[in-house]
């Protein structure tokens, strides 16, 4: 498995309100809006938020997760979400806690 740098920079001016509509559209059939509802780790789980910086958070959603359900988001991998609604999508994780 290929060890990655982490290459990905949380904008300071993201919007957590559009972070959810985007959450809402593409990540909550596995991710649930509370740990219950979660089919994989818990973003509002007091540990993933302690744990995990913003900028593995946005890598992770703009990469993926090798041999994980979690696929890559960003464009620079195939995906549809730029750094700017990545960094939405932060931000508006960090309001799961």
Same mark, same amino acid.
């Given at each position: 498995? $290929? #060890?990655?740098?982490?290459?990905?920079?949380?904008?300071? &001016? %993201? +919007? %957590? *309100?559009?972070?959810?509509?985007? /959450?809402?559209? $593409?990540?909550?059939?596995?991710?649930?809006?509370?740990? $219950? *509802? &979660? $089919?994989?780790?818990?973003?509002?789980?007091?540990? /993933?938020?302690?744990?995990?910086?913003? %900028?593995?958070i946005g890598?992770?959603? @703009? /990469?993926?997760?090798?041999?994980?359900?979690?696929?890559?988001?960003?464009?620079? %991998?195939?995906? +549809?979400?730029?750094? *700017?609604? #990545?960094?939405?999508?932060?931000?508006?994780?960090?309001?799961? @806690?």
């Open positions: 498995q $290929e #060890i990655r740098e982490i290459s990905f920079v949380y904008s300071p &001016s %993201a +919007d %957590a *309100e559009h972070g959810e509509v985007l /959450f809402r559209e $593409e990540c909550i059939d596995c991710h649930g809006l509370t740990v $219950e *509802e &979660s $089919e994989t780790p818990g973003l509002g789980d007091p540990g /993933f938020q302690a744990t995990y910086s913003d %900028a593995l890598h992770t959603i @703009k /990469f993926g997760r090798e041999d994980t359900m979690m696929i890559p988001y960003g464009e620079e %991998a195939d995906g +549809d979400f730029t750094d *700017e609604q #990545i960094s939405d999508l932060v931000a508006f994780i960090r309001t799961l @806690k």
